[in-house]
């Protein structure tokens, strides 16, 4: 089943055959259940929180900001220096 709307803006929810056959030539459109852009914001965070980023790639970490890989460092309890380039903080991790 899937939820469409008319073209006065009445809504109704078909299967996608009768959509198809019946209702898409009749300038019915489908409204898919998209996320909020804060309901997308939201997950993006938590999916930066969960990141675990010993698992990624040498190159996946070069995209990572060092701010987040030191965050990480910091979490697990590894100590770096301060002033540790991007390239140490990723031996770090995949060390």
């Known amino acids: 089943m899937i939820n469409i709307v008319g073209p ?4 109704m929810r078909v299967t996608e055959r009768a959509y198809n056959e019946l209702y898409k030539d009749k300038g019915y459109k489908s409204v898919s259940d998209k996320p909020t ?3 997308v914001q939201q997950a993006e965070v938590e999916a930066e929180e ?26 697990k309890g590894v100590e770096y220096q301060e002033d540790a380039t991007k390239k140490d903080l990723i031996a770090l991790i995949k060390g």
């Open 37 to 39: 852009v804060k309901e």
């Open 50 to 75: 969960a990141a675990d980023y010993s698992a990624q790639t040498e190159a996946a970490l070069k995209r990572v900001k060092n701010e987040k890989l030191s965050a990480f460092l910091d979490e």
């Open 8 to 11: 006065k803006g009445q809504r």
